[in-house]
């Protein structure tokens, strides 16, 4: 028998009444770590060309941020067997995110079984180790370094170099899953009936060496002992059957060790029993996210590292973008082991693979890169990534950018930025020299240059440029001694931003800086162009004359301020007056709405009312009968099979609808982008009036194949704006969805910079996926704060809804069934809002035509007003019958008519 086997046959034994149980709790999870062939039995059935992966490639180069697309291309390459190619996916896409247990397993598997060469086996090695470092799996721990038993210890016993490497191994699997309260078992049991088995072959080759590998077995027991765990009676009683086969006793101080354990577990019990539920997704979100908050403050109490550690990473397996999770693990490792690089820079990796728009995150990571004394090239690195690789919101820009120029700064020389008594004490080293001076002031004027242009460009109705911009003229007048560059830059901020009080005041605390004899001509500036709030302007006027000024000064500014507080006042108060005066102008209208009486069906546009005339018993008459039905046909065009046009309104397929366009972009640029696809015959781009585009443009295909294709340009990023590619739909068709009533999820209380992607990742797990819409602000192109998602069938609606309250960015997010508004019911005829009586109210069929019953029917006829009374034959005639503009003789008509007798009743 071969070690490996004899291994797994130990191992098998020794866990097999915990083996089920975990694999019952794997099945609850939806996780079959058993067999992978029946998950992707189904796959590799499916037929899948090569044209559909080379389409589902271009999506991905496209929007590689796109954990779908990635999936998406891995399945349709399995499916095809290009097992090269599906190489390189999986690279990619574990590159960019982590991936969850599941996907891992069946890689591995399949790159294990695969794997022949040294090349090959040194490959699935390193596969081994990034999969152990995206989330706490024992599984994963387990069967890796099982693997490096198998290939390292080919015959007892191993050489010197390969017992390191699988001891090795073993410890850094104990090492991170050997604390897992529940599950943790699993790696000790494999690392000791290992070495059992090596203490076995001592023994029977009668070697010196089995006193020590003896001693080794039972220090691996008092270790395992030592630790809180589910299992630790369990295993207190397997250590005294190998002590009794020994003919020993149980050592005195594992047993207190046990003990001491047993108590441990005892306290935990309760929380453990609390976290898993929501391991099993049982609990709602923010009461899950609680006790896992709960046990982790207990284990900081504690004072304990690895149990904290361990903590963290399985709450964040449950909870992978909870951002304020991160940022307090980042934290608590800083804090325990804030001098070990190769621990606190992997969180901040890990954290920023799964919260990649986290603006304070990558702020973290680079103080972190800077505290670690790591080379600039990789503070460098790490800034351009964060700038590329996702942010979306400006403030999230803004901080990224502020901390790379903090960075910068701390690396001139420090006399530049100390004053020179202080100098000497915080110099840590030699100054650098005058060349490499300049250089560094000239990598940081360029930094502040584009971060300013940047957050101009692209947020321009953002105050963040402007200050940026303030930023710079401080860091210019301060450290770098340039203060009339610096001026330059606030006036530059004061013409852009004059309306923000934050710009007078920060311009206004320069000069007095500099000691500029312009503050008092500021102050007068700011006070007639500050809009957003005078009054605080005007204080800072004031508070400036008294503490530097005259009296005479004082009283001028006083004098001032009073009537620009007034125009100010006088101001607000005309503008709630008008706009007290629209709310009552709005009231009055919905009530005059309300209080109108409902009218029948509306005359079609373009077509004038045929005048229709009624006798004595209230049936239509000749004009009525001349007027030819809607709902009948043409024999001929009813016998004669057509083709079914395309109904109105219906979707355009070789037109494409293109959203959230940047404003300053040309026709020629869509043209480029779209023509890769193929022959673009029209592209139509609307602009305003002043010349600006209106954010979204038209792109015509001659080919509806071609529309197809480029459709994979949705979720592009075009001028740093993510752009929405569909099919057109004309007005007739838009707000109809493909999601049938009851299977739209609405979601709220999301932060403005949640993405359909991040959505996506949130809500995977509840099933498939047909559509994610982000309803999004169309002149700012940020999202308002809330989405609908459609889903394929009604159980993954019921499971998106079970993550109310869920933690999404932060930010707890609602998630409730969509009701969109009721359409008014037809009625019976003549009931309120339905259909008058007449006659055609009867069910389809009743006509006994059936041909007009298939057509629609026809407009509902007038109600016949009651019956006239017969005139005299002596009555004159009138002409009130006939229209307004033919009544010449009216007076006559009307005298005529006053001089008549009156009809009697009939």
């Known amino acids: 028998m071969e070690v490996d086997e004899e291994v797994t046959a130990k191992i098998d034994h020794e866990e097999d009444s915990s083996s089920s149980e975990s694999d019952s709790e794997g099945e609850e999870d939806g996780i079959d770590f058993r067999d992978d062939e029946s998950s992707s039995s189904e796959e590799d059935h499916e037929t899948v060309d090569g044209g559909q992966a ?9 929007d590689p941020w796109s954990i779908e697309n990635h999936r998406a291309f891995v399945a349709a390459l399995r499916a095809t067997k290009q097992f090269d190619r599906l190489r390189t996916a999986r690279d990619a896409m574990q590159q960019r995110f982590p991936l969850p247990a599941e996907e891992w397993l069946s890689w591995l598997e399949e790159e294990e079984n695969l794997a022949t060469s040294p090349e090959e086996i040194e490959h699935v090695t390193q596969l ?4 152990t470092k995206d989330f706490l799996v024992v ?14 210890c080919k015959e007892m016993p191993p050489s010197a170099e390969a017992l390191k490497l699988i001891r090795a191994a073993f410890e850094a699997a104990v090492t991170a899953a050997g604390f897992h309260a529940t599950e943790g078992t699993a790696v000790w049991t494999c690392f000791r009936e290992f070495e059992k088995l090596l203490l076995a072959h001592y023994i029977g080759a009668e070697s010196d060496l089995a006193g020590k590998q003896a001693d080794a077995v039972k220090a691996l027991w008092k270790r395992q002992l030592s630790l809180p765990l589910q299992d630790t009676a369990e295993t207190y009683e397997q250590y005294k059957e190998w002590e009794a086969s020994r ?3 149980p050592a005195k101080d594992i047993q207190v060790a046990q003990q001491q354990a047993l108590k441990g577990w005892q306290e935990r019990e309760p929380l453990e029993k609390a976290v898993r539920g929501s391991e099993q997704g049982s609990k709602p979100a923010e009461d899950a996210r609680n ?9 900081e109490q504690q004072r304990n590292v690895s149990h904290a550690t361990c903590l963290y990473q399985r709450a964040l397996k449950v909870f992978p ?17 804030g001098n070990v690089t190769n621990v606190v820079l992997p969180v901040f990796r890990r954290a920023l693979r799964t919260c990649f728009d986290s603006g304070s995150l990558w702020t973290s990571y680079l103080r972190a890169l800077e505290r670690l004394k790591q080379p600039p090239a990789d503070v460098q690195a790490a800034h351009e990534q964060a700038i590329g690789g996702g942010l979306k919101t400006e403030q999230d820009l803004y901080t990224v950018f502020s901390a790379y120029a903090d960075y910068l700064c701390r690396q001139l020389p420090r006399s530049w930025v100390l004053p020179a008594q202080d100098a000497s004490e915080e110099a840590s080293g030699p100054e650098p020299s005058a060349e490499a001076a300049e250089a560094s002031v000239g990598e940081l004027r360029a930094h502040l240059q584009r971060s300013t242009e940047y957050l101009e460009s692209y947020f321009p109705i953002s105050p963040l440029g402007g200050q940026s911009k303030r930023h710079w003229a401080n860091i210019e007048a301060h450290i770098l001694r340039n203060a009339d560059y610096a001026r330059e830059l ?4 004061a013409k852009s931003n004059a309306k923000e009080f934050d710009t007078w005041n920060d311009f206004v605390t320069f000069e007095r800086f500099l000691g500029g004899g312009s503050v008092r001509s500021l102050l007068k500036r700011g006070l007639h162009a500050v809009k957003d709030d005078p009054p605080r302007m005007a204080q800072l006027w004031l508070s400036y004359e008294r503490e530097a000024g005259t009296l005479l000064d004082w009283v001028n500014a006083d004098l001032k301020c009073s009537m620009r507080l007034k125009e100010f006042a006088a101001q607000k108060e005309l503008e709630t007056k008008q706009r007290e005066e629209k709310l009552v102008k709005e009231a009055e209208e919905l009530a005059k709405r309300k209080a109108r009486p409902e009218r029948g069906r509306p005359q079609e546009r373009g077509r004038p009312q045929e005048k229709r005339k009624f006798d004595a018993a209230g049936a239509p008459g000749e004009a009525a009968a001349k007027r030819p039905r809607r709902d009948a046909a043409p024999d001929a065009a009813a016998s004669a099979p057509t083709a079914a046009p395309r109904p109105a309104g219906g979707p355009e397929p070789k037109t494409l609808f293109v959203l959230n366009l940047p404003w300053t972009l040309e026709e020629a640029t869509l043209q480029e982008m779209f023509a890769k696809f193929g022959a673009v015959k029209e592209v139509r781009l609307p602009r305003e009036a002043n010349g600006h585009a209106k954010g979204f443009a038209y792109i015509e295909y001659n080919d509806e194949a071609h529309a197809q294709a480029a459709l994979s340009l949705d979720g592009t990023e075009i001028g740093g704006r993510v752009v929405k590619v569909t099919i057109s739909t004309p007005p007739g068709g838009r707000g109809k969805r493909d999601a049938p009533e009851g299977q739209t999820a609405f979601v709220s209380n999301l932060g403005f910079g949640i993405t359909d992607e991040d959505l996506r990742s949130c809500f995977v797990g509840c099933g498939g996926i047909k559509e994610i819409r982000v309803v999004k602000d169309r002149k700012t192109g940020q999202s308002k704060g809330f989405a609908y998602i459609d889903f394929n069938d009604t159980q993954s609606l019921e499971n998106a809804l079970k993550l109310h309250e869920t933690r999404l960015k932060g930010r707890p997010m609602k998630v409730a069934r969509s009701a969109p508004p009721a359409k008014q019911p037809g009625g019976p005829p003549g009931a309120p809002g339905g259909r008058p009586a007449g006659p055609r109210a009867g069910p389809p069929g009743a006509s006994g035509d059936k041909d007009a019953d298939l057509m629609p029917p026809p407009p509902p006829p007038r109600m016949a007003p009651p019956p006239r009374p017969p005139r005299p034959k002596d009555a004159p005639k009138t002409h009130l019958m006939m229209p307004r503009a033919m009544m010449k003789g009216a007076p006559a008509a009307k005298a005529a008519a006053d001089k008549a007798p009156e009809a009697q009743p009939a």
Do not use: C, P
């Open 128 to 131: 081994y180790e990034k999969a």
């Open 490 to 493: 606030y006036e530059s901020v």
């Open 291 to 299: 006790d896992w908050l709960q046990y982790i403050q207990f284990e």
């Open 247 to 249: 003919g020993a006793q």
């Open 54 to 62: 080379d389409l589902l490639e271009a999506k991905v180069m496209n």
């Open 139 to 152: 599984d994963i721990w387990a069967r890796y370094a099982m693997f490096i038993v198998r290939q390292h």
């Open 321 to 337: 973008n909870d951002i304020d999770l991160w940022m307090r693990y980042a934290a608590f490792v800083e804090t325990k082991l």
